[in-house]
């Protein structure tokens, strides 16, 4: 029998079949697990790519945008132009002026109306 063979063994007889309690085996989903997406609509589809790790939080409709929320961007389509705040810490401040108007600063002197 190899090295390799019996201290495996050996590990598995001395922890049972999960082996060690250590933080090597927890994987990233298990701490993060993903939210479940809150959609306005059913017939909404989220407007980009998702990136690795990324998870859509908030998927809805505004009079003339569709408006995505994950746990890494802000992203706002309109019908010819897109409004994408990528990292979600970029945001500074966020005011509501009107009814109808969002007043969205960034740290990176970004101001998005």
Same mark, same amino acid.
């Given at each position: 029998?190899?090295?390799?063979?019996? &201290?495996?063994?050996?590990? /598995?007889?001395?922890?049972?079949?999960?082996?060690?309690?250590?933080?090597?085996?927890?994987?990233?989903?298990?701490?993060?697990?993903?939210?479940?997406?809150?959609?306005?609509?059913?017939?909404?589809?989220?407007?980009?790519?998702?990136?690795?790790?990324?998870?859509?939080?908030?998927?809805?409709?505004?009079?003339?945008?569709?408006?995505?929320?994950?746990?890494?961007? /802000?992203?706002?389509?309109?019908?010819?132009? &897109?409004?994408? &705040?990528?990292? /979600?810490?970029?945001?500074?401040?966020?005011?509501?002026?009107?009814?109808?108007?969002?007043?969205?600063?960034?740290?990176?002197?970004? &101001?998005?109306?």
């Amino acid at each position: 029998m190899s090295l390799t063979a019996r &201290v495996s063994c050996s590990m /598995l007889s001395c922890f049972g079949e999960e082996g060690p309690p250590s933080l090597e085996y927890i994987q990233a989903k298990d701490l993060f697990p993903p939210k479940e997406l809150v959609k306005e609509e059913e017939n909404l589809q989220v407007p980009f790519t998702v990136l690795q790790g990324e998870g859509v939080e908030f998927l809805g409709r505004a009079a003339d945008a569709l408006i995505a929320i994950s746990n890494y961007r /802000l992203h706002i389509k309109f019908k010819d132009s &897109v409004i994408n &705040v990528s990292p /979600l810490r970029m945001i500074d401040s966020v005011e509501s002026r009107d009814m109808f108007q969002l007043h969205i600063s960034c740290k990176d002197s970004k &101001v998005v109306r």
